[in-house]
């Protein structure tokens, strides 16, 4: 067995070298990505599309592909933007604009745990003041 293995040494070292490679190769491209700021469908595919085409990616991969944005920290960003009062569904359609890959039940998530942290204020049914406190627009869906 010993003998199997060490003669099988040379081939695992060349496949592990291999696989380093791409590995290195697919990080680089990961960076690209996050340095694009949620552009890349803009810059990719035109301006035309930069508001209507979208990108499926499953939960477990999405703070990969957007650079670490979580929901919180994804609400965070938009209020910090346009402070207000907002409605989940429209902050969900603001994250998607910006290319974070945050879900509803995310965005609803983090919503809820905004508030139990004193982030924001819940104003009336399924709506959240964030930031200045004497605010009162209201962004309505389009």
Do not use: C
């Amino acid at each position: 067995m010993v003998t199997d293995l060490a003669a099988r040494l040379p081939e695992l070292e060349a496949e592990a070298e291999s696989l380093e490679r791409k590995a290195k190769a697919l990080r680089q491209v990961v960076e690209g990505i996050k340095a694009l700021n949620g552009d890349a469908t803009a810059i990719l595919l035109g301006p035309a599309f930069a508001n209507k085409a979208s990108v499926i990616v499953p939960a477990h991969h999405a703070r990969t592909v957007t650079g670490g944005v979580s929901g919180r920290e994804a609400v965070r960003r938009i209020v910090a933007d346009q402070p207000g009062v907002w409605k989940v569904a429209d902050l969900r359609k603001e994250a998607e604009r910006r290319g974070y890959g945050v879900t509803t039940m995310g965005i609803e998530k983090a919503v809820r745990r905004m508030m139990e942290t004193g982030e924001g204020q819940k104003v009336g049914y399924g709506r959240y003041r964030f930031g200045g406190a004497g605010e009162e627009r209201l962004r309505l869906a389009e």
